[in-house]
C-alpha cells in the first residue's frame, strides 16, 4: 500500500463491515506504517468534535468491505479538517468522486482502475491567512502628460483643421425639392395612393397640372365635385402650382 508509510497517524473510516474484516486490514495497516498510530472511525458516527484538526497523516476510507461508506459533502469536509497539510486521503467509491473531492478542496486528485481515489489536502491549513508583500511605494496609475500640457500643445501630436474636413459638396445648401416628404408617410416616400406629385418626383417624371372642367377648384374642396384632382389640397389662385404647407401638420 503506497498511500501509507512509516511513522503515520492513520484514521480508518468504516461502516457495516465484519470486526474480522476490520482487524484484519488494521494489522496489514500497522505492518506498513510502524512507528505511527491507526485510530478507528465508524462513518455513520464520526463528527467534528471527534478528532483533532490536522492530527492525521492519511485517511483511510471505506477500503473495507462492504464498501458502503457515504461521501457526502460533509464527511468530506470533515476529513480536510482532520488532515495535516499536504495530508493524503484514500478513498473508495463506484461513483466519480473527482469533481466532488475537488469541490471540497482537495488537489492532486488521482483514480486508479478500481475505482480507488487519492487526493491531498492543499500544503496550507484551511482558513490560514498571509500577508502580502506590496513593496515600500504604493501602486499608483501615473499619466505622462498632464491634461494643462495636452492642451497648451506639450505633445507632437498633429493637429487637423477643422475645414479641411468638409468639401464643397458638403457646404453646399441642399435645395428644397430634394428636402419634400410624404404628408402622410412623414418620409421622402410616396405613399400609395400619392396625390401631391411626390411619386412622380422621385420617379423622375413631370406630373402635368390637371385641368379643371369646371373652372371653379381653386376655390376649395366645397366648391369641388367628388371625382376633383385637387381634392384634399387646400385652395389656390387661378393657374398658380399647387404645392402642400408642410410647414402647418408639423
Keep these: 500500500m503506497d498511500f501509507v508509510k512509516k511513522g503515520d497517524n492513520i484514521l480508518i473510516i468504516w461502516n457495516k463491515s465484519e470486526q474480522n474484516d476490520i482487524a484484519n486490514f488494521v494489522n496489514e495497516i500497522k505492518s506498513i506504517a510502524t512507528e505511527g498510530n491507526v485510530f478507528l472511525e465508524n462513518s455513520t458516527m464520526i463528527n467534528d468534535s471527534s478528532r483533532p484538526k490536522s492530527s492525521f497523516d492519511a485517511v483511510l476510507c471505506n477500503l473495507i468491505p462492504p464498501h458502503s461508506v457515504e461521501h457526502s459533502d460533509s464527511l468530506l469536509s470533515l476529513i480536510i479538517k482532520i488532515l495535516k497539510p499536504s495530508g493524503r486521503l484514500t478513498v473508495k467509491d463506484n461513483t466519480d468522486l473527482s469533481s466532488t473531492l475537488k469541490l471540497n478542496g482537495f488537489v492532486n486528485v488521482t483514480k486508479s482502475a478500481d475505482n480507488t481515489y487519492i487526493a491531498e489536502k492543499p500544503k496550507f491549513e484551511v482558513g490560514s491567512k498571509v500577508s502580502l508583500k506590496l513593496g515600500q511605494k504604493p501602486a499608483v496609475w501615473k499619466l505622462d502628460d498632464t491634461v ?103
Design 148 to 250: 494643462e500640457e495636452a492642451w497648451t500643445g506639450g505633445n507632437n501630436d498633429e493637429i487637423i483643421d477643422d475645414d479641411q474636413l468638409l468639401d464643397e459638396d458638403d457646404l453646399k445648401k441642399p435645395d428644397k425639392q430634394s428636402l419634400r416628404v410624404c404628408a402622410t408617410t412623414g418620409k421622402r416616400k410616396a405613399c400609395a395612393d400619392c396625390s401631391c406629385g411626390l411619386a412622380e418626383e422621385l420617379r423622375g417624371e413631370t406630373k402635368d397640372t390637371p385641368k379643371s372642367s369646371c373652372g371653379s377648384c381653386y376655390l376649395g374642396d366645397a366648391f369641388r365635385c367628388a371625382t376633383c384632382p385637387y381634392l384634399g389640397m387646400p385652395a389656390f389662385k387661378p393657374g398658380e402650382k399647387v404645392l402642400l404647407d408642410l410647414k402647418s401638420d408639423i
